[in-house]
């Protein structure tokens, strides 16, 4: 099963940016969707984005489309999530997700929080 550690999260006004990190560990991500999620203070967890680790191909919540991005680095076994524009209901923990291609096998990170304040 693959590790995810999850990194940059922290305290950003509105309006600011800010990236987190997944460093994934354990296997190559070759037939890996990596995802972002989130879960909002008293709140379900709620899908952000996925990318398809091997074509690159990404997609996005509606409620993020446009601000946020996601991307990955092969060679550091990296994915990335640029937030931009943040707003005050961006405000949660966010998790990093990986999961086999067409199956249910998932690993999560340990979350990393995000605060916008306004």
């Known amino acids: 099963q693959v590790q995810l550690v999850e990194s940059g999260g922290g305290l950003v006004q509105a309006g600011g940016s800010l990236q987190l990190s997944c460093s994934a560990s354990g296997r190559t991500l070759r037939n890996y969707v990596m995802g972002w999620f989130r879960q909002p203070p008293g709140k379900e967890r709620e899908f952000v984005g996925t990318i398809n680790w091997s074509r690159g191909t990404t997609y996005y919540a509606d409620s993020v489309k446009g601000r946020f991005t996601i991307s990955r680095d092969n060679a550091k076994n990296t994915m990335y999530l640029q937030m931009n524009a943040l707003k005050p209901e961006d405000t949660a923990v966010y998790y990093c997700?990986?999961?086999?291609?067409?199956?249910?096998?998932?690993?999560w990170g340990q979350g990393t929080q995000v605060t916008v304040s306004s």
């Open positions: 997700n990986a999961r086999v291609v067409a199956t249910d096998n998932n690993s």
